[in-house]
């Protein structure tokens, strides 16, 4: 059923606006008590020094009584309008965004009580942030399908505009989730006190680029990220300003956003010569509102348009199907994988669970940087997706993406995951991060993968680097315990991915990859995959035998090899899809039991 056309009730269109206003006056007002100190005025929550009203004579405690009051507006505003879209105007494209908004504006209430328990630490701030911005969009999401602005032209188009709306609501919506990680990472620095970590613009200090400390590289994190944001609003102006069949109404809020941005850019600097006041700051994170705002009106209104003009069902725009494509473009098992033998690598390196900043920081910059570059990976074999049965569903060959946007978020990922790396774990830490994405994307995905039926094993060195990255964000070297964990996923790749082939042969041979048992033939790979099974299992007897792992650690890596062997030599005698499969499935097992054992061998060594 596509989505309802007509406008909601003039009623309904001021008090969404009215709301809206409101969540953006509670969040530049929450930068103002922010940047003059006050978000600890009150000491207790929800009351404030045990009392209704706070202490005439106590500024700071009326700044941040202010913005509780502030906050408690929100609730009934956005309460009504929910009820009102659900029970009036029974529009579910009103009410379900409406009613995700409450179920934030809630936690949000918990996450403020939390944040000023815990003394304003700069990345639950950060996260306090978010979660308004993501209740502010979602009420301008409401708010703009309830003007429904689209409903004015004609209903009519032909075929070929299908694409430009659509198109439009991809690009605008990619700026977005820069826009937003750039205001996160703004928040970070004003409450780490890495504002004041450089003292000139552009650059640091000087001519300096790349400071050397962690308050200075979360400060130039945000510059770069603002650079990286405003190409993407000034390349998003211009092609919109061509852009046949897309409103005008969408280019103007766009063009309004990267208006307000070039202000924004000269604000940070003013900002910076004048020593950081509090009301430039706090004018500062409220222009950065008002440009979300800006650029949410323009994606929910293409978003609209898309629906309307387009016929694209509603179904197809519910919030699952609009983050889904981006998500599996990431190849998320595999990443989750990566992720597994980076943090194992942490507690390995630490003998135990590592600073948690540290932990998440690493993780996150992990996810972004690998999901990235699966994405490229995506990007560059397409047509061989389409050719396979396997992946014929993934976005691009199944059209839910188009190779440019795709193209766009592996850029955005991966460069979002090496700045976060580099500003918040260590320069280590992100080189390796970004030798892992060469060797994927670079060495692998765009050479070997068609060249040689060698290619998964030259090319698996890519997936050796996760560990790398995990051991180097907690000591900030390579040791060679991380050396032979680089390896053991070195030795694993083979036997992992032949079985896998041995499986899904049909699809590479139609698609023309030259993957092993393609060129060869399954009893010749799967022999192959069992001698590279043999190397896997002597490699894993070294750290006890050199004693950087103990008895814990041997009796489990013992079991556990002798658990691949055999299947590996069911596979070579019987090379067939059942045991591969089995191989395949029991391999990523086998992995995660392995790190398990030497997690737990450390510590309780320890």
Same mark, same amino acid.
């Given at each position: 059923?596509?989505?309802?056309?007509?406008?909601?009730?003039?009623?309904?269109?001021?008090?969404?606006?009215?709301?809206?206003?409101?969540?953006?006056?509670?969040?530049?007002?929450?930068?103002?008590?922010?940047?003059?100190?006050?978000?600890?005025?009150?000491?207790?929550?929800?009351?404030?020094?045990?009392?209704?009203?706070?202490?005439?004579?106590? !500024?700071?405690?009326?700044?941040?009584?202010?913005?509780?009051?502030?906050?408690? =507006?929100?609730?009934?505003?956005?309460? $009504? =309008?929910?009820?009102?879209?659900?029970?009036?105007?029974?529009?579910?494209?009103?009410?379900? /965004?409406?009613?995700?908004?409450?179920?934030?504006?809630?936690?949000?209430?918990?996450?403020?009580?939390?944040?000023?328990?815990?003394?304003?630490?700069?990345?639950?701030?950060?996260?306090?942030?978010?979660?308004?911005?993501?209740?502010?969009?979602?009420? $301008?999401?409401?708010?703009?399908?309830?003007?429904?602005?689209?409903?004015?032209?004609?209903?009519?188009?032909?075929?070929? =505009?299908?694409?430009?709306?659509?198109?439009?609501?991809?690009?605008?919506?990619?700026?977005?989730?820069?826009?937003?990680?750039?205001?996160?990472?703004?928040?970070?620095?004003?409450?780490?006190?890495?504002?004041?970590?450089?003292?000139?613009?552009?650059?640091?200090?000087?001519?300096?680029?790349?400071?050397?400390?962690?308050?200075?590289?979360?400060?130039?994190?945000?510059?770069?990220?603002?650079?990286?944001?405003?190409?993407?609003?000034?390349?998003?102006?211009?092609?919109?300003?061509?852009?046949?069949?897309?409103?005008?109404?969408?280019?103007?809020?766009?063009?309004?956003?990267?208006?307000?941005?070039?202000?924004?850019?000269?604000?940070?600097?003013?900002?910076?010569?004048?020593?950081?006041?509090?009301?430039?700051?706090?004018?500062?994170?409220?222009?950065?509102?008002?440009?979300?705002?800006?650029?949410?009106?323009?994606?929910?209104?293409?978003?609209?348009?898309?629906?309307?003009?387009?016929?694209?069902?509603?179904?197809?725009?519910?919030?699952?199907?609009?983050?889904?494509?981006?998500?599996?473009?990431?190849?998320?098992?595999?990443?989750?994988?990566?992720?597994?033998?980076?943090?194992?690598?942490?507690?390995?390196?630490?003998?135990?669970? /590592?600073?948690?900043?540290?932990? !998440?920081?690493?993780?996150?910059?992990?996810?972004?940087?690998?999901?990235?570059?699966?994405?490229?990976?995506?990007?560059?074999?397409?047509?061989?997706?389409?050719?396979?049965?396997?992946?014929?569903?993934?976005? !691009? /060959?199944?059209?839910?993406?188009?190779?440019?946007?795709?193209?766009?978020?592996?850029?955005?990922? =991966?460069?979002?995951?090496?700045?976060?790396?580099?500003?918040?774990?260590?320069?280590?830490?992100?080189?390796?991060?970004?030798?892992?994405?060469?060797? *994927?994307?670079?060495?692998?995905? @765009?050479?070997?993968?068609?060249?040689?039926?060698?290619?998964?094993?030259?090319?698996?060195?890519?997936?050796?680097?996760?560990?790398?990255?995990?051991? #180097?964000?907690?000591?900030?070297?390579?040791?060679? @315990?991380?050396?032979?964990?680089? #390896?053991?996923?070195? $030795?694993?790749?083979?036997?992992?991915?032949?079985?896998?082939?041995?499986?899904?042969?049909?699809? *590479?041979?139609?698609?023309?990859?030259?993957?092993?048992?393609?060129?060869?033939?399954?009893?010749?790979?799967?022999?192959?995959?069992?001698?590279?099974?043999?190397?896997?299992?002597?490699?894993?007897?070294?750290?006890?035998?050199?004693?950087?792992?103990?008895?814990?650690?041997?009796?489990?890596?013992?079991?556990?090899?002798?658990?691949?062997?055999?299947?590996?030599?069911?596979?070579?005698?019987?090379?067939?899809?059942?045991?591969?499969?089995?191989? *395949?499935?029991?391999?990523?097992?086998?992995?995660? @039991?392995?790190?398990?054992?030497?997690?737990?061998?450390?510590?309780?060594?320890?």
């Amino acid at each position: 059923m596509g989505m309802r056309n007509e406008k909601a009730g003039k009623g309904l269109q001021v008090l969404l606006g009215i709301t809206a206003l409101a969540i953006g006056l509670l969040i530049a007002w929450g930068a103002l008590v922010r940047t003059t100190g006050s978000g600890l005025g009150c000491p207790d929550w929800p009351l404030c020094y045990g009392r209704v009203i706070p202490p005439l004579e106590d !500024i700071a405690a009326w700044f941040e009584w202010i913005h509780r009051l502030l906050a408690a =507006s929100v609730t009934p505003l956005l309460t $009504l =309008s929910a009820l009102i879209a659900w029970r009036r105007e029974r529009r579910p494209d009103l009410y379900r /965004p409406l009613f995700y908004a409450l179920g934030l504006v809630f936690g949000q209430a918990l996450l403020g009580g939390l944040t000023v328990i815990l003394e304003l630490p700069p990345t639950m701030v950060a996260v306090h942030l978010a979660l308004a911005l993501t209740i502010l969009g979602l009420t $301008l999401v409401a708010a703009v399908r309830a003007a429904a602005p689209w409903s004015a032209h004609a209903p009519h188009r032909e075929l070929a =505009s299908v694409q430009p709306a659509a198109r439009a609501m991809r690009w605008i919506g990619m700026t977005g989730i820069g826009l937003f990680a750039l205001t996160l990472v703004g928040a970070t620095v004003t409450g780490s006190g890495a504002s004041w970590a450089c003292s000139s613009w552009p650059f640091c200090e000087g001519w300096v680029v790349w400071p050397g400390d962690l308050l200075g590289r979360v400060h130039m994190l945000h510059r770069l990220v603002a650079l990286g944001v405003g190409l993407a609003l000034a390349w998003l102006t211009a092609r919109l300003a061509t852009w046949r069949g897309v409103s005008r109404g969408i280019f103007y809020w766009v063009l309004a956003a990267f208006g307000l941005y070039l202000i924004q850019i000269g604000l940070g600097a003013i900002n910076l010569w004048m020593g950081f006041p509090a009301s430039l700051n706090a004018l500062h994170l409220g222009l950065a509102t008002a440009i979300w705002a800006a650029v949410g009106i323009a994606w929910a209104w293409a978003l609209g348009e898309a629906q309307w003009v387009e016929g694209i069902p509603e179904e197809t725009v519910r919030l699952r199907n609009l983050w889904e494509p981006y998500f599996t473009l990431t190849k998320p098992g595999i990443v989750a994988l990566l992720l597994v033998t980076t943090a194992g690598a942490m507690m390995i390196a630490q003998g135990g669970l /590592p600073p948690i900043l540290t932990f !998440i920081y690493t993780l996150l910059g992990g996810f972004l940087i690998s999901g990235g570059a699966n994405a490229m990976n995506n990007v560059w074999d397409a047509e061989l997706d389409r050719r396979m049965h396997r992946t014929a569903r993934r976005p !691009i /060959p199944a059209g839910r993406l188009g190779r440019g946007e795709a193209a766009g978020v592996a850029i955005l990922f =991966s460069a979002l995951g090496f700045l976060l790396l580099w500003a918040f774990v260590n320069t280590t830490a992100a080189l390796l991060a970004l030798a892992g994405w060469i060797w *994927y994307v670079g060495i692998y995905t @765009m050479g070997l993968k068609r060249w040689t039926p060698q290619n998964i094993v030259i090319g698996g060195a890519a997936g050796g680097f996760a560990p790398l990255v995990g051991w #180097a964000a907690v000591t900030g070297r390579v040791d060679p @315990m991380a050396l032979f964990l680089f #390896a053991l996923i070195f $030795l694993w790749t083979p036997p992992h991915t032949w079985a896998f082939a041995i499986l899904t042969e049909r699809d *590479y041979r139609e698609a023309g990859v030259p993957m092993l048992p393609v060129v060869t033939g399954a009893g010749p790979a799967a022999f192959r995959a069992f001698l590279y099974t043999i190397l896997l299992t002597l490699l894993t007897l070294i750290p006890f035998v050199l004693g950087a792992m103990g008895w814990i650690y041997l009796a489990g890596a013992v079991a556990l090899d002798a658990w691949l062997l055999f299947l590996g030599f069911r596979l070579w005698r019987t090379p067939e899809k059942a045991i591969a499969r089995r191989m *395949y499935h029991a391999s990523n097992a086998y992995l995660l @039991m392995l790190f398990i054992l030497m997690v737990a061998d450390r510590i309780i060594r320890l």
